[in-house]
């Protein structure tokens, strides 16, 4: 005699919503590596390179599970090339080159710091090129980030900041975030595309950008130490195929409006890194990131009838939703 296991619809929804949000911590966690493992990776592989060969490797698996997962009609997805090559410019080549450079010149920590200000900026885009409505609280939350983001680039001093400049570091970071803006506002605006699927093309194109460049300048620095190597594939695997897995997944479960609040977890996850590594960091740095994050949370919501402010989901119009 075999017993039958039933499970009821609450049970199920339950474990549904457990995987969702596991899905989700794991998606922020890969991505906070990215800052902590591309800080490493940029010691021996140039930004350039590290970039070519990052959506290199993470292609073929990309294309592959989109076939599988979406099963897109791949003559109405290329007809949005336009869109997709701006796209491809502005997140996966622009943003990531920035970043990768930025990690040349600062640590982990503070690149995560600043990069947490992004939402706010994005909410300031959209009011300037989309027209969308700036309310007072997201006002207020634009600015408490701000100070956030301040307090980390003088690491406490503002008068030194006033007086020294932003740090090399600090300015490419700077740039990667307004090369994010630029590819939310473009997202907006582009047609609906499967994500999975925009992103291969995304990384197809920033190939096809990239590899005359790298060719042009000695061809692309592969990795030549056992750390390098091990860097580079955790990086094309993970962040760059994974988490965008793991956030699409979750997505079928929780409204990507609330989803986008898991994002402040890259910041957490990236000073728990530092930390439990050893690695310093001061008390502008933890006192800026509280600062920025709460800033964020109280740009993104809007009260206690109204819901998250989405401007997260329309990524998943357009595949790429690493920040």
Do not use: C
């Not at 699927?197 to 130490?225: D, E, F, K, N, R």
Request: zero cysteines; hydrophobic letters at 55%.
């Amino acid at each position: 005699m075999t017993l039958a296991v039933t499970t009821t619809p609450k049970h199920s929804s339950r474990r549904s919503l457990i995987v969702a949000v596991a899905s989700l911590l794991g998606a922020t966690l890969f991505w906070a590596g990215n800052y902590v493992v591309g800080a490493g990776a940029v010691a021996s592989i140039d930004p350039l390179s590290l970039v070519l060969l990052r959506w290199s490797l993470a292609l073929v698996p990309l294309l592959a599970i989109a076939q599988l997962v979406e099963r897109p009609r791949w003559r109405q997805v290329l007809a949005a090339w336009p869109w997709l090559i701006a796209l491809s410019v502005f997140g996966l080549l622009g943003y990531n080159l920035l970043l990768y450079t930025a990690l040349e010149h600062t640590d982990a920590f503070s690149a995560s710091l600043i990069n947490a200000f992004n939402p706010a900026l994005i909410t300031l885009a959209a009011a300037a090129f989309l027209r969308e409505r700036l309310t007072r609280r997201a006002v207020g939350g634009v600015l408490i980030a701000l100070v956030g983001v301040l307090l980390v680039l003088s690491n406490g001093d503002l008068g030194k900041l006033l007086q020294a400049g932003f740090g090399t570091g600090e300015l490419f970071m700077l740039g990667a975030i307004a090369a994010w803006s630029a590819y939310t506002i473009t997202g907006r605006l582009a047609p609906p595309l499967p994500p999975i699927t925009a992103t291969a093309i995304q990384a197809a194109v920033t190939i096809v950008v990239l590899a005359p460049v790298s060719l042009a300048a000695g061809g692309p620095a592969l990795p030549s130490t056992q750390g390098a190597i091990v860097s580079l594939a955790f990086i094309a695997l993970f962040p760059s195929v994974l988490s965008y897995l793991l956030w699409n997944r979750a997505l079928t479960v929780i409204p990507a409006g609330n989803a986008g609040v898991f994002l402040n977890l890259i910041t957490v996850f990236t000073a728990l890194f530092t930390i439990l590594s050893g690695r310093p960091y001061t008390f502008a740095q933890i006192a800026g990131g509280v600062i920025v994050v709460a800033g964020i949370l109280l740009t993104s919501t809007r009260g206690r009838r109204g819901r998250s402010t989405a401007f997260f989901w329309r990524h998943r119009r357009t595949g790429n939703l690493e920040p």
